[in-house]
């Protein structure tokens, strides 16, 4: 069964202050790994689909990396508007569907 | 990316009661899904809803419970049905577009489901 796991569940920063989410996945088949922004009351905002180890993708203070086991999303120099739910998914085998971890709540503070 | 609305965007309903969600996409797309998100959990497919034919469940769901139609390639229902508080959850649909270059999953803002 795929998995998906994030860490760490909360992850409190001062801002300006760098710093690293992982997604660990179990999975049979990789097609694609994509990361989500979800802000309290809304639905997830796509940001970012990795499709093979080694690729990286960036946009403004985040930057999404993939290995054969795991993901990583940096933060560089993170703003206050930062502050939100990160979610990792998993597209595998031929099923279209993603599979989610249960994301990490990051707090940045002034 | 697809836009996407939902109705109703929130409710609050009585125990056994029923409760239709509407997801309107503003192109035409063939794959349609429907997530639950519980209480401060992370997002789990219902089922995916493709025009013309019938819905495919994931384990855990069936069509009694969450009837789904999908009448054209622009919209889509979930009924949640014989609701109990164990319901009361976020219900997303979304969209899979490649308007990014990849064929990426697009959400809806969502419908906050409270059952008394």
């Known amino acids: 069964e795929d998995q998906v796991t994030q860490s760490p569940e909360a992850l409190r920063l001062q801002e300006g202050e760098s710093s690293s989410l992982n997604c660990s996945y179990t999975?049979?088949?990789?097609?694609?790994l994509f990361w989500y922004r979800q802000d309290p009351g809304k639905g997830p905002e796509f940001l970012f689909t990795?499709?093979?180890a080694g690729e990286e993708k960036e946009k403004e203070r985040l930057k999404a990396t993939l290995t054969k086991k795991e993901s990583f999303l940096h933060i560089t120099a993170p703003k206050p508007e930062d502050s939100a739910t990160y979610l990792c998914?998993?597209?595998?085998?031929?099923?279209?569907?993603?599979?989610f971890g249960q994301g990490t709540r990051l707090t940045i503070n002034p | 990316s697809a836009v996407i609305s939902q109705k109703p965007s929130r409710d609050i309903c009585q125990r056994g009661t029923s409760l239709t969600i509407q997801c309107q996409v503003d192109?035409?797309?063939?794959?349609m899904f429907w997530y639950r998100q519980q209480p401060g959990q992370s997002l789990t497919l219902i089922a995916t809803?493709?025009?013309?034919?019938?819905?495919?469940?994931e384990s855990g769901f069936v069509i009694d419970k969450f009837p789904i139609s999908r009448p054209n390639l622009t919209f889509s229902t979930l009924t949640v049905s014989n609701m109990s508080p164990e319901d009361s959850s976020i219900y997303l649909c979304?969209?899979?577009?490649?308007?990014?270059?990849?064929?990426?999953?697009?959400f809806g803002p969502g419908t906050r489901l409270t059952v008394l």
């Open positions: 192109s035409q797309v063939t794959m």
């Open positions: 990795l499709y093979s």
């Open positions: 999975v049979s088949g990789l097609r694609g």
């Open positions: 809803a493709n025009q013309g034919s019938e819905a495919t469940y």
């Open positions: 979304s969209v899979e577009s490649g308007g990014s270059g990849t064929d990426t999953q697009y």
């Open positions: 998914a998993v597209q595998a085998g031929g099923a279209q569907k993603l599979v």
